[in-house]
């Protein structure tokens, strides 16, 4: 079902791109790289610092990890998607020219790794939450897994999730935009319904998954994708997190007032 990918490729691309234009861009997307790639290795480098000189006896710091991760993705991840984008959008790679799993592929990536960096805010919160609201608790804990296991879990929670829209969410985002339907109506995939038009269902697998279960249960999981993903993308995860903490700390400190 590669055609909405494609279509969705087009929404982006200019037509008539300038030649001086598009070389003032990609030198100012080379900068933007170049800086960013420095800063997060001198980042990473530093938490490595510490985390080797630490004291001995001092327990770990389940947050470096994680943080060493984001580094290392913000590295890998900005360069991509912008010189990505940037193809795309001046139409320097044709959508049409290159097989449909790529497409998916190219933008599968850039859309999983978004959601990794954005996921990674909400784990870091949700590590002070623990370590502060239970505090004997996480103290018990060995500090080297418990840092292992919240590893894997900021880029193992942001995958199930697109899994989870994968199976069950659409693209009713752009239903409203005419360059979008208008590419989709053109489309030579017959296999595409007018329901499927309608409600931009993405992919085979989303179909698949209406064809086998009732489209109630599937509009109910689609809706609790996008409550769960606007909850992380607004930050009110976090918000109720630190609240949280505030409100211990704030408790903490009154018990203790002489």
Avoid at 111 to 137: D, M, P, Q, W
Avoid at 242 to 249: D, E, G, S, T, V
Wanted: with cysteine.
């Amino acid at each position: 079902m590669g055609d909405f990918c494609i279509c969705l490729q087009h929404l982006i691309t200019m037509k008539g791109t300038n030649i001086i234009l598009s070389v003032l861009e990609l030198l100012f997307l080379s900068i933007i790289i170049i800086i960013g790639v420095v800063v997060n290795s001198i980042y990473r480098k530093k938490l490595f610092q510490e985390k080797k000189n630490m004291p001995i006896g001092r327990k770990g710091n389940v947050i470096e990890p994680v943080m060493s991760l984001f580094c290392v993705l913000q590295i890998a991840y900005w360069p991509y998607t912008l010189i990505n984008i940037w193809l795309t959008r001046n139409a320097i790679i044709s959508s049409e020219s290159l097989p449909l799993w790529l497409c998916h592929v190219r933008w599968g990536l850039q859309k999983a790794g978004r959601i990794c960096l954005g996921y990674n805010s909400l784990f870091v919160a949700l590590i002070r939450y623990i370590h502060i609201v239970f505090l004997e608790t996480s103290n018990q804990w060995n500090y080297e897994n418990v840092a292992r296991r919240f590893k894997i879990a900021s880029v193992g929670f942001p995958m199930a999730m697109e899994v989870w829209g994968y199976f069950f969410h659409g693209y009713s985002q752009f239903k409203d935009i005419p360059k979008f339907k208008d590419c989709l109506a053109t489309s030579p995939d017959t296999n595409i319904s007018a329901v499927a038009l309608e409600t931009l269902i993405p992919s085979s697998s989303a179909r698949w998954t209406r064809n086998y279960l009732p489209d109630y249960i599937a509009d109910v999981m689609s809706v609790a994708y996008v409550a769960v993903s606007v909850a992380g993308a607004m930050n009110i995860i976090e918000a109720f997190l630190y609240l949280a903490i505030f409100r211990n700390m704030k408790r903490y400190d009154n018990d203790f007032i002489p």
